[in-house]
């Protein structure tokens, strides 16, 4: 064991006796008491010295016998504790790429406090590897979820959408001004490529085409198909149980979910008839919409809104893919311009709604 005090967590003490880990409430840990001499260990515990090198520090400098296993499992019990051996085979392989590693580093950071067990940043990073995703639309919104998801770590980003790259795709962290012009397929697949900080794990012939999709993400050029799915699109996802989740930008609002775990939450279907519910004149509305929208050559999104949804439905999915549900499960967050204040929206299921979400009880289909 080289165990290794979490380096994403800074460091400072309370008083005299009290350690703090961390500054902000959401992750921050109070270790005490801890005595001055007990304290000087903890810089030594930087994965780079095993249990009997750290054994025969502290007793040269008079510390007893005891007091360095004491403080480590202490700070194992806190969860601040790392080991740079932990992780198993995959975290293994991991750190033989130390250049993926150095583009992870931020992300191990970030994985080491969700993950609080050593070695739970790299099992993390491996884990997200191993993950296949769907990107649908590589506009303004869905070329940043691309990028994000593949530079965080996802194994295998796939982004389906057709026609060829326009100037109004471009965007920063999304495709770029010399993707004008190419099939938006490959221009979006050049993207995941440049993005990834390693090549994805090959898959033999004899293994198939892969593992299957882990998630959908569906962030269309028409910002309309978000805000008003479309139920026989996501028929196929809800017969196949395949998670999904909505964002996209529509005139000047943004919005980020619902994300919809078939057959437990409300989908696609459950919001277009509670609509139809609360405004009769609804169908006949968003025909005329879909209609316009087909004919319009461009349409509105706010660049600084796109970056935004795309960043939080990206985090969403990330935390959605390392086995936390995001809070756009079974809501929508919408925020418009110019205030750009976030508001949730439960999406229910409706009770008529084939994907039979409403049969669950509400508590076991949020989990």
Do not use: N
Not at 15 to 31: K, R
Not at 305 to 311: D, E, I, N, R
């Amino acid at each position: 064991m080289y165990p290794k005090v979490k380096p994403a967590l800074a460091r400072a003490w309370r008083d005299l006796q009290t350690v703090q880990f961390g500054v902000t409430p959401a992750h921050a840990v109070v270790l005490g008491p801890v005595d001055t001499a007990t304290g000087s260990l903890i810089d030594r515990i930087d994965g780079t010295r095993g249990m009997e090198l750290l054994r025969a520090e502290a007793a040269a400098v008079g510390l007893p016998e005891g007091q360095v296993d004491t403080l480590v499992r202490r700070l194992a019990a806190a969860g601040l504790l790392d080991d740079a051996t932990a992780g198993g085979p995959r975290a293994q392989a991991l750190r033989k790429r130390p250049e993926a590693l150095e583009r992870l580093g931020p992300d191990l950071g970030s994985l080491s406090l969700v993950h609080r067990e050593p070695g739970g940043d790299l099992r993390g990073v491996a884990a997200r590897r191993a993950i296949r995703v769907q990107v649908r639309g590589s506009g303004r919104v869905g070329g940043m979820i691309a990028g994000v998801l593949a530079g965080a770590g996802v194994g295998r980003v796939e982004v389906l959408d057709g026609g060829r790259v326009e100037p109004a795709d471009v965007a920063p962290g999304g495709l770029g001004p010399g993707s004008v012009g190419r099939l938006r397929a490959e221009a979006a697949a050049g993207l995941v490529r440049e993005s990834a900080p390693a090549r994805p794990p090959r898959t033999t012939e004899h293994e198939g085409p892969g593992p299957a999709v882990s998630l959908v993400v569906v962030a269309p050029r028409d910002g309309l198909q978000a805000w008003a799915p479309d139920p026989g699109t996501a028929a196929d996802w809800i017969a196949t149980g395949t998670p999904h989740l909505y964002a996209g930008v529509l005139e000047g609002t943004g919005l980020v979910g619902p994300l919809v775990l078939p057959g437990a939450t409300g989908c696609a279907g459950c919001m277009e008839r509670a609509r139809v519910e609360a405004d009769p004149a609804w169908p006949r509305m968003l025909v005329q919409w879909r209609s316009a929208h087909r004919r319009r050559a461009t349409a509105a999104c706010d660049l600084g809104l796109a970056t935004a949804v795309a960043g939080l439905a990206a985090a969403h999915a990330l935390s959605f893919l390392d086995g936390e549900l995001p809070a756009s499960t079974a809501s929508r967050w919408e925020a418009a311009l110019p205030a750009v204040h976030w508001e949730q929206t439960a999406v229910r299921p409706h009770p008529d709604c084939p994907c039979a979400a409403a049969r669950v009880p509400a508590e076991q289909g949020a989990r």
